[in-house]
């Protein structure tokens, strides 16, 4: 039964895995449709979504089946259980990477200001979401601390952002649309980044048995 238990925590590990791996695409298509305001780029990367959706099926599957077949205890139970709060992470994670795409369609061009702060952020928040995979595969507790001042990072950078666009859109108020819209962009992508720290919070779970709050 130990040998049936790790091979199915190893095919969650993978699950997991591919998942990010496919947020990540999504999230770099949506933001690469917000640079250029391409309508139809953004029409793809959201139904992407879709597949995202799968792999979260997938993974609740799988739990289920190890806990009824294996009956897990104390820190399996735990990395079970925590592997069917990251796929609803990693699902949220890619429904606001989508939401990103969704505002493609109503910016009518050229963007009032280049984008800077925001790509930044998007590369901050898929750096969280690799590393919080990665702690959850090692079980590593530094990487998963680590999350936190991250998280810090990207919260200055969207206070900036937000800054920005207030001056921008008090300035030019014919721009108070974009910059509103923008200015959700930025809030997508900083939640982005606290569902990483979600991530790590639940490896200092596994470990510890104790819930730790990363996002501060």
Same mark, same amino acid.
């Given at each position: 039964?130990?040998?049936?238990?790790?091979?199915?925590?190893?095919?969650? /590990?993978?699950?997991? &895995?591919?998942?990010?791996?496919?947020?990540? $695409? &999504?999230?770099?298509?949506? @933001?690469?449709?917000?640079?250029?305001?391409?309508?139809?780029?953004?029409?793809?990367?959201?139904?992407?979504?879709?597949?995202?959706?799968?792999?979260?099926?997938?993974?609740?599957?799988?739990?289920?089946?190890?806990? =009824?077949?294996?009956?897990? +205890? *104390?820190?399996?139970?735990?990395?079970?259980? %925590?592997?069917?709060?990251? %796929?609803?992470?990693?699902?949220? @994670?890619?429904?606001?990477?989508?939401?990103?795409?969704?505002?493609?369609?109503?910016?009518?061009?050229?963007?009032?200001?280049?984008?800077?702060?925001?790509?930044?952020?998007?590369?901050? *928040?898929?750096?969280? @979401?690799? !590393?919080?995979?990665?702690?959850?595969?090692?079980?590593?507790?530094?990487?998963?601390?680590?999350?936190? *001042? !991250?998280?810090?990072?990207?919260?200055?950078?969207?206070?900036?952002?937000?800054?920005?666009?207030?001056?921008? @859109?008090?300035?030019?108020? $014919?721009?108070?649309?974009?910059?509103?819209?923008? /200015?959700?962009?930025?809030?997508?992508?900083?939640?982005?980044?606290?569902? *990483?720290?979600?991530?790590?919070?639940? +490896?200092?779970?596994? =470990? /510890?048995?104790?819930?730790?709050?990363?996002?501060?």
């Amino acid at each position: 039964m130990r040998q049936s238990l790790n091979e199915g925590q190893q095919i969650l /590990t993978n699950l997991l &895995i591919d998942m990010g791996k496919k947020v990540e $695409d &999504i999230l770099e298509g949506c @933001m690469e449709s917000l640079k250029s305001l391409d309508r139809s780029k953004a029409e793809f990367w959201i139904a992407q979504d879709q597949l995202v959706n799968d792999f979260e099926r997938q993974v609740d599957d799988e739990c289920v089946r190890l806990i =009824a077949t294996q009956q897990p +205890v *104390a820190k399996d139970l735990r990395k079970i259980i %925590s592997a069917m709060k990251i %796929s609803t992470d990693l699902e949220r @994670m890619a429904d606001l990477a989508t939401d990103i795409a969704k505002v493609v369609r109503r910016i009518e061009g050229p963007l009032c200001k280049p984008l800077v702060d925001v790509p930044l952020m998007a590369e901050k *928040a898929l750096s969280m @979401m690799s !590393q919080g995979l990665e702690a959850y595969s090692n079980e590593d507790m530094t990487l998963a601390h680590n999350l936190s *001042a !991250q998280d810090d990072e990207v919260d200055h950078l969207y206070k900036q952002v937000v800054r920005d666009l207030l001056v921008i @859109m008090s300035e030019k108020p $014919d721009n108070l649309d974009q910059g509103m819209y923008l /200015t959700f962009v930025g809030r997508y992508l900083e939640r982005i980044a606290d569902h *990483a720290t979600n991530i790590g919070e639940n +490896v200092i779970y596994i =470990a /510890t048995a104790e819930r730790k709050d990363l996002n501060k």
